[in-house]
């Protein structure tokens, strides 16, 4: 044999070798291996739900034993916080990892831009099934019939059980890929769960991963739960937060009651998501994420609902359970936001964050990797809202001990979370303390500087109110709305 063909043997054994190894080029036998072992995701989010409402929290009335388990089996961020707690900016900032101000999302019912890169838009790229149930709120104008119909308007998701906006908990529909009304036929947390679960199980036999979004309407307002939830809660029994201010529209015990009934029915949906997920051999790899997009007054402060500072408001729950990486039984203090969820999870399922994300890439602090954390949370609200009292847009920061908000012309509130937990004693005029609103306000600054925001973002006008941005048209912007209206006045009540 000569020389050439002796090298020819030997080339051709090491290629028989090489491929009967299973090695493959990059981008393509090895992106496929590791595409089988991305994890599944199932993403929950309960309407208006505040942090302070759980057992695992440390409140001693409320019902959640699922929920509660839920946290004993994962990872228990105490401090989780809506950057913009109010509902479309929130479940925006939540999908994009941007902050309201870059994503356009400055005010409810305003529609996402098609062009906005999406967690679920990244995931779908990466091979995952995609679905959405339940409350969608991004698609901007008329909130009825609530169809959004296939394609580009549902940023992402392929499979599809949801409407743009109701809150009849009791008599609500959905759509499909149809412009023809679905009876849910149900209490909305077990109906929208029905629909989970033939997800899973549609999903149980495929090698596929897959990426569930499911926004439940309750314990958002009307306070009202079904009859044997109810039954488990007397108001008069109830501990009332030191900083409740009897007598509030929309605060009081009943409400507050009726609230809690509601979480409980949310909780036992929780317990049979779980449930199902072991009964399909799936719940060791599927990451499982509950938060809410904001909390609710229910009458701390003398205010109701949400768009406020206060904890009561800001504060919402933040679980994440991982059995295969996660470590179990974990509490942690570090800082988690709605910006921070897309680009933590796309790490943890071994996808690049995509560029314009701004949110932090909190992966390595969840698998134990490291203690590193953000110091603190940023918060916006652009506008005013007369139907929860909410006077105008403002701007703050929530460090571990500090609460610090301000209006563009002047400072809001201060508090020592560390000495007032309840928020009790404004210190935001307290000449003894300028040296550290002074620092919150130097702080504050470097966040708007750090996140390209500016209070030229805001607006006057009443322009959610009655219904203005969802009665007539779609907008985009509320420079959009504003020019309509001037050109409608007729139709702007």
């Known amino acids: 044999m000569s020389n050439r063909e002796a090298w020819r043997t030997l080339l051709l054994l090491v290629c028989i070798c090489f491929l009967a190894s299973g090695t493959a080029a990059p981008g393509q036998g090895s992106a496929s ?263 609710d007054m229910l009458g701390s402060q003398g205010m109701r609902l949400k768009r406020k500072p206060w904890e009561e408001s800001i504060r919402v729950p933040g679980i994440v359970r991982y059995p295969r990486r996660v470590p179990a039984g974990q509490q942690t203090d570090a800082m988690l936001t709605h910006v921070d969820f897309a680009p933590t999870l796309l790490s943890l399922c071994g996808l690049k964050p995509t560029p314009r994300m701004q949110g932090n890439d909190l992966s390595r602090l969840m698998l134990g990797q490291t203690r590193t954390a953000p110091d603190s949370a940023y918060l916006q609200i652009f506008g005013p809202f007369d139907g929860d009292e909410t006077t105008g847009g403002w701007r703050g920061v929530r460090t571990q001990r500090y609460l610090y908000a301000r209006h563009r012309d002047k400072p809001w509130v201060l508090y020592d979370l560390a000495n007032d937990p309840f928020e009790q004693k404004n210190l935001a005029d307290d000449p003894a303390s300028a040296r550290l609103r002074a620092e919150m306000e130097q702080k504050l600054n470097a966040w708007m500087q750090r996140t390209g925001d500016s209070w030229r973002y805001d607006w006057t006008e009443l322009v959610e109110d009655k219904g203005r941005l969802y009665s007539h048209e779609t907008f985009y912007t509320v420079a959009d709305y504003l020019q309509w209206a001037k050109q409608h006045p007729e139709r702007k009540n």
């Not at 959405?132 to 609530?146: A, C, M, S, T, V």
């Not at 549902?154 to 008599?171: I, P």
């Not at 849910?184 to 569930?212: C, H, M, N």
């Not at 605060?251 to 779980?274: F, K, M, N, P």
């Open 33 to 295: 291996k590791s595409k089988a072992k991305r994890p599944n995701i199932l993403f929950i989010l309960p309407d208006q739900l505040r942090a302070q409402a759980l057992g695992c929290m440390g409140n001693p009335d409320v019902k959640t034993p699922h929920i509660d388990r839920l946290a004993a089996d994962g990872l228990l961020f105490k401090q989780t916080f809506a950057n913009t707690p109010v509902c479309c900016p929130a479940r925006a900032n939540l999908l994009t990892g941007k902050y309201a101000h870059k994503n356009g999302m400055v005010a409810n019912d305003l529609r996402l831009r098609e062009a906005e890169s999406t967690l679920a838009e990244t995931l779908k790229q990466a091979g995952y099934r995609t679905g959405f149930i339940g409350k969608w709120h991004l698609d901007g104008g008329k909130r009825e019939p609530g169809f959004v119909p296939p394609g580009e308007r549902r940023q992402g998701f392929d499979f599809w059980a949801a409407h743009e906006c109701s809150h009849r908990h009791f008599d609500n529909h959905y759509f499909r890929d149809e412009a023809t009304p679905i009876k849910l036929g149900k209490y909305e947390a077990e109906g929208w769960t029905d629909i989970a679960v033939e997800f899973l199980r549609a999903q149980a036999s495929q090698a596929q991963p897959f990426f569930l979004m499911l926004q439940m309407g309750p314990p958002h307002d009307p306070y009202k739960a079904p009859p044997q939830y109810e039954a488990l809660y007397d108001a008069r029994k109830l501990t009332m937060r030191p900083n409740w201010v009897e007598g509030t529209r929309m605060g009081s015990r009943q409400d507050i009651a009726s609230y809690y009934a509601q979480i409980t029915a949310v909780d036992e949906q929780v317990g049979r998501l779980v449930q199902t997920l072991k009964d399909l051999k799936l719940d060791e790899d599927t990451i499982i994420v509950f938060t809410s997009d904001h909390g």
